[in-house]
Nanobody, 120 residues
Framework: QVQLVESGGGSVQAGGSLGLSCTAS????????MGWYRQAPGKERELVAR???????TYADSVKGRFTISRDNNKNTVYLQMNNLKSEDTAVYYCYAYIFPRIPDPSDYWGQGTQVTVFS
């Protein structure tokens, strides 16, 4: 059974930094896209950053220049380094991956979510 396990997150003062990591495990043949989404209270889940297997990255405009996404394909792990955090970055952050497992068909997979709180 494929699963995504996140680590990192927590509380930090505005202007500070946090790092998130997410590792996929299970019977995995290949992972295409990996990334991070977030959901703040009362808001819809939104894309934060995404990276394709060959390295192409996409960022939300609100985090460009502050967040950096990276991945280690050998470890099936994606990272998110968040710098110069702002109060509006407060949300639950979810890891995402499009995974080709041995069985069944490829599908979207999500982590359990980790809270990031930025206080003034």
């Amino acid at each position: 059974q494929v699963q995504l396990v996140e680590s990192g997150g927590g509380s930090v003062q505005a202007g500070g930094s946090l790092g998130l990591s997410c590792t996929a495990s299970g019977s995995i043949v290949r992972i295409d896209a990996m990334g991070w989404y977030r959901q703040a209270p009362g808001k819809e889940r939104e894309l934060v950053a995404r990276t394709l297997r060959k390295g192409t990255t996409t960022y939300a405009d609100s985090v460009k220049g502050r967040f950096t996404i990276s991945r280690d394909n050998n470890k099936n792990t994606v990272y998110l380094q968040m710098n110069n955090l702002k109060s509006e970055d407060t949300a639950v952050y979810y890891c995402y991956a499009y995974i080709f497992p041995r069985i069944p068909d490829p599908s979207d997979y999500w982590g359990q979510g980790t809270q990031v709180t930025v206080f003034s």
